[in-house]
């Protein structure tokens, strides 16, 4: 072990972007004093031929290399570290738990602008705030104006507001604000980032029902300590109130919250109604911003500027400068886990988080996942439910449709257009789901039976008739729509099944004189086309939504009363064993959709199977009569939350690399000697192959965590040392939430 003669300097432990597990030892620049630096830090480092950027984890005087062996660092680019110590100590929990290199750990808790290297300081932010003037008009003055109308209330009900708060919540607002600049309606503030905020709320709370209070009052009484609650409510319950009046108390003690949705697509309605009730700056975070706008958001937090912190599953890492709560909305959704690279699980990770800050997590769902009912039954979490929909909202009618042996049109049969027909005839809104984009998900030729498959992945070709394409959604392959069978030459080509596309246009033909809006990834691409599309559909200029998974859960549509579930049954065959319980929930959270205003609401699903297990408990005892015989099953064969699992997967250009990799990382787990896990495989995946790679994976399962992590820790640095491993492409995923 070199050691530095004493007061000659520092070693930097620091972690790199590297798929390597360790750290990297440098020499600190000449003179640093140990007072001035802390983990946490960037720096930037030689590494290979080049310099990256890397994170100061600890300081040492003490090196298991020869001093001439180490580098210098090349420079500082933090005089303050952008981590905390607990931030710090997340991380390290985190790459050790999911067996990740700590670098690549650290590295997703920054923004891209501050991975490269750029500046962390936040300028003195341009903000716009209304004149004595502006606050004291009549908005309606300006209706022959509506942008200046709109961007007026705003600041009526808002702080004032920096030019990245209007970036994310206007279009095109600089040429707005210059005319209420010129009307003197609005001026120029210059405000640094110690500016505080006298205001907490803009809006009153609604009135809560006792289910409701007893909610609030629980998280409340529990505020500055670590606790879990698993607050499970009905749709339409009212959880979002729950939130925002526990918020309200978590702001009065001069704290931050950490608010996490599963998917953009909830953001934008949860963004609205948080700026209409809280008076404080509110951050957002998904991957549809800007590099600038995330950077602005996550600098904004961590100083303090910012009070409420809403995003996706990445915003979970953002360092908080005085975190009081961690609220999970869906906390079920799959969309929680990363499912690539760091394949994380925010929820999870969101309790490790507050155990160690010492604050509560609020874990909301309408179908929480099986693995929270069962913390929730053996006391970890503590249970609130809300079991009744708020305000005069009535739960609504579920009803199987047995469509065998009937007539159907593009998947609708006559029954379910004659329900659709009289919720129309009362100018009430339509909402039809079905979880398949595009025209068709197959084109075969009538003649030879040929099918158009992808020729890297074992999958159809997917019709878009729109664009005339056949596309693969598995690796976004595209090639144009054939109208000649390329095997026997034949032009009888036809569509078989059904996509979102294929119904929006029979439902166009059908209900001629109505409005269709189709909401699935392929219409909202464009910026701002899922907003536009959603205030249509809230100012009653819709009659029938159509659309994909996102319309599943968290939207409000008060004036749909029918809800029908195209294809029901697409979900009930599955070799994954999670996909009872995610079908089950999606068609618990599609269902709340229907009668969640005033007007009472049908669900109707149409299916070939009515008598299946999975359906009738569904409509005749509830999510949670199933779940209850779903974890009972699980119980019985020994699947998580009984116990646990890690999956690892790997694929390769060549089918052979890949078994031979797993079966030399099965012989050494093997020579470990813990019998305790099982090891089942190597197996192909489910998709063997896909985007041209054979895919094939090795599952460890134990009956308890801890051994299952003891064979991993000890089988990783065997697995990296491997010569095999440079061959091929492989990944360790904790916790799986699919196998495939």
Not at 183 to 194: G, N, P, R, S, W
Not at 495 to 504: D, H, I, K, P, Y
Not at 517 to 532: A, I, P
Not at 566 to 589: R, T, Y
Request: glycine share 6%; aromatic share 6%.
């Amino acid at each position: 072990m070199a050691k530095l003669p004493s007061g000659s300097g520092l070693i930097f432990k620091v972690a790199l972007p590297v798929p390597i597990y360790r750290l990297f030892d440098y020499l600190a620049p000449d003179n640093t004093s140990p007072h001035s630096v802390a983990p946490g830090m960037r720096l930037e480092v030689p590494f290979g031929k080049g310099k990256k950027i890397a994170f100061l984890v600890e300081i040492v005087r003490h090196s298991d290399l020869a001093l001439d062996k180490l580098k210098p660092v090349t420079r500082m680019l933090d005089t303050q570290p952008l981590l905390s110590a607990k931030d710090v100590q997340l991380l390290r929990w985190v790459s050790a738990y999911y067996h990740h290199p700590l670098g690549g750990v650290i590295s997703a808790a920054f923004p891209t602008a501050l991975r490269l290297g750029k500046s962390a300081l936040l300028p003195t932010q341009k903000r716009y705030a209304l004149t004595e003037a502006g606050k004291t008009i009549d908005s309606l003055q300006l209706k022959r104006a509506p942008k200046q109308k709109a961007l007026l209330e705003l600041l009526q009900t808002q702080p004032p507001l920096s030019e990245a708060d209007l970036s994310q919540g206007c279009v095109n607002w600089r040429s707005t604000i210059k005319q209420l600049l010129d009307k003197q309606l609005v001026e120029i503030i210059y405000a640094d980032t110690t500016s505080t905020v006298t205001r907490l709320v803009n809006d009153d709370a609604l009135p809560c029902n006792p289910q409701q209070q007893a909610a609030i009052t629980a998280v409340n009484d529990s505020l500055g300590r670590f606790a879990v609650f698993l607050l499970e409510g009905v749709t339409g319950s009212g959880k979002t109130e729950v939130y925002m009046q526990i918020i309200c108390s978590v702001l009065a003690r001069g704290q931050q919250v950490l608010v996490l949705v599963p998917e953009i697509t909830l953001t934008p309605q949860l963004e609205e109604r948080f700026r209409r009730r809280f008076a404080v700056n509110i951050a957002i975070a998904h991957s549809r911003l800007t590099d600038t706008q995330r950077q602005t958001a996550w600098l904004n937090i961590r100083q303090g500027e910012s009070a409420i912190l809403l995003g996706t599953r990445s915003a979970l890492f953002t360092p908080f400068k005085n975190l009081g709560l961690i609220i999970l909305d869906e906390e079920h959704d799959s969309s929680f886990k990363q499912q690539e690279g760091f394949r994380f699980s925010a929820r999870d990770v969101a309790v490790v988080r507050a155990k160690m800050l010492g604050i509560p997590v609020l874990l909301g769902s309408a179908t929480p996942s099986l693995e929270s009912l069962y913390n929730a039954a053996n006391r970890r979490y503590t249970l609130l439910q809300l079991p009744e929909r708020a305000g005069a909202a009535i739960a609504p009618i579920l009803q199987l449709l047995d469509i065998r042996n009937k007539k159907i049109q593009e998947g609708l049969s006559e029954q379910l257009l004659a329900e659709i027909a009289k919720t129309l005839a009362k100018n009430e809104q339509v909402l039809l789901f079905l979880n398949r984009r595009g025209f068709a998900p197959t084109l075969i030729c009538h003649s030879c039976g040929w099918v158009a498959r992808c020729p890297r992945c074992d999958a159809n070709l997917i019709i878009h008739s729109q664009k005339k394409q056949l596309r693969c959604h598995h690796c976004a392959r595209e090639q144009r729509l054939l109208d000649q069978c390329p095997a026997c030459k034949s032009n009888e080509l036809t569509a078989l099944g059904l996509g979102t596309e294929r119904v929006e246009n029979v439902l166009n033909t059908l209900f001629a004189d109505k409005t269709v809006v189709r909401l699935d990834r392929d219409s909202t691409q464009r910026k701002g086309s899922l907003e536009n599309y959603l205030a249509q559909i809230n100012q009653g200029q819709v009659d029938i939504i159509l659309g994909t998974q996102m319309l599943a859960k968290g939207h409000h549509f008060p004036n749909v009363t029918l809800v029908a579930i195209l294809d029901v049954d697409s979900g009930l065959f599955s070799i994954d064993f999670h996909a009872a319980e995610k079908l089950a929930q999606m068609i618990v959270q599609v269902s709340g959709r229907a009668g969640r205003g005033e007007k009472s609401g049908k669900v109707v699903m149409q299916t070939r199977r009515p008598d299946h297990p999975l359906l009738t408990t569904l409509i005749t005892e509830g999510y949670n009569s199933f779940a209850m015989t779903a974890l009972a099953e699980r119980k019985q064969a020994l699947l998580p939350p009984f116990s646990y699992q890690a999956l690892l997967r790997v694929h390769a250009a060549d089918e052979e690399p890949p078994q031979l990799f797993l079966t030399t990382v099965l012989e050494l787990a093997q020579s470990i000697g813990n019998h305790s896990v099982q090891i089942l495989g190597p197996v192909a995946a489910p998709m063997a192959r896909r985007a041209g790679f054979y895919r094939y994976q090795l599952l460890f399962q134990g009956s308890k965590r801890r051994e299952l992590h003891t064979l991993l820790e000890a089988l990783m640095p065997k697995i990296t040392a491997l010569k095999l491993a440079k061959k091929v492409r492989w990944s360790l995923d904790v916790d799986p939430v699919d196998l495939y």
